[in-house]
């Protein structure tokens, strides 16, 4: 349910974009989503699409997901590694087991397209 929430958040975002730069029409949105975020795609679509039903500029556009890889950083050798297993349980260079997840924003806007 926290998509709701993240779309509200999103929304906001684009609109400020909107009116900053005077947009007449968003055709497509392009997200990147941390591989290890908790987050839907077809939930904020879902929302996406209820939330901008009434809004000409914003209804009608597309909505891209890209995963981004998790990351870790060795605290050992301060290496940082793009992991696809997210057990991970050492370093893939150094093989120390001090690693933490390092992340980004769990979603980010990457790109509009008008």
């Known amino acids: 349910m926290h998509e709701y929430s993240i779309t509200c958040s999103i929304l906001d975002i684009l609109n400020k974009v909107v009116k900053e730069n005077k947009i007449k029409k968003i055709k497509k949105i392009n ?3 941390s591989s ?48 696809e297993n997210l057990f991970v349980t050492e370093c893939p260079k ?17 790109s509009v397209e008008t």
Do not use: M, V, W
């Open 94 to 110: 150094c093989s120390g087991r001090n690693i933490k997840f390092i992340s980004d924003d769990e979603i980010k806007i990457i």
């Open 31 to 33: 997200f990147e989503i």
């Open 36 to 83: 290890i975020a908790h987050i839907e795609p077809d939930s904020i679509e879902f929302y996406y699409n209820f939330l901008t039903k009434d809004n000409n500029i914003l209804k009608s556009a597309k909505l891209k997901f890209k995963k981004k890889k998790a990351q870790i950083k060795c605290g050992d050798c301060k290496e940082i590694s793009n992991i």
